[in-house]
């Protein structure tokens, strides 16, 4: 057993497979998903290149790799310890709410290409046109919905 391997139960081995799993439903590759559910669910939420690698028994570039992509994707961070050399990496998910608001600007430019994709579009293919004009009308309704149930939810917590 290395040093730096951490001490995991059965039930955090259970659910790191299984939260693995589900990110990589939602386009994850099996190491990011891993790695990205150990770090949501280990006791210490700031884990080391080496016990990150060490406890999913994964290679070196393999951790580098993973580690790099969840960092270009947001979906860690990486942080420093005062007196350590160490980087340590933690989930950004207390960054939930500043995501959450950044998706929905984002979606705001996913439609305006999709209008213009839209209006090139040649008006023979009704069916998909149609589609894609209900895509945009739902897409633009979450927009405008999602900062008003953000508000209903934090009042609701009140």
């Not at 210490?44 to 290679?59: C, E, K, R, W």
């Not at 961070?77 to 960054?95: A, D, M």
Request: no cysteine.
């Amino acid at each position: 057993m290395t040093k730096s391997k951490i001490k995991l139960t059965d039930n955090q081995k259970t659910l790191i497979e299984k939260m693995g799993m589900a990110y990589e439903q939602s386009g994850f590759s099996p190491v990011p998903a891993r790695l990205l559910a150990l770090l949501m669910v280990a006791e210490d939420p700031d884990l080391t290149f080496d016990q990150l690698q060490a406890t999913l028994g994964i290679s070196k570039s393999a951790t580098s790799n993973s580690i790099n992509l969840l960092l270009n994707t947001g979906k860690i961070e990486q942080i420093s310890k005062l007196g350590e050399r160490k980087r340590y990496f933690r989930n950004r998910i207390v960054h939930w709410k500043e995501d959450i608001k950044k998706t929905n600007e984002r979606m705001g430019l996913f439609v305006d290409l999709m209008k213009t994709i839209l209006k090139q579009r040649p008006g023979d293919t009704v069916e998909f046109n149609q589609s894609l004009k209900e895509m945009i009308d739902f897409v633009e309704f979450l927009q405008r919905e999602l900062p008003l149930l953000y508000k209903k939810w934090e009042t609701g917590r009140k």
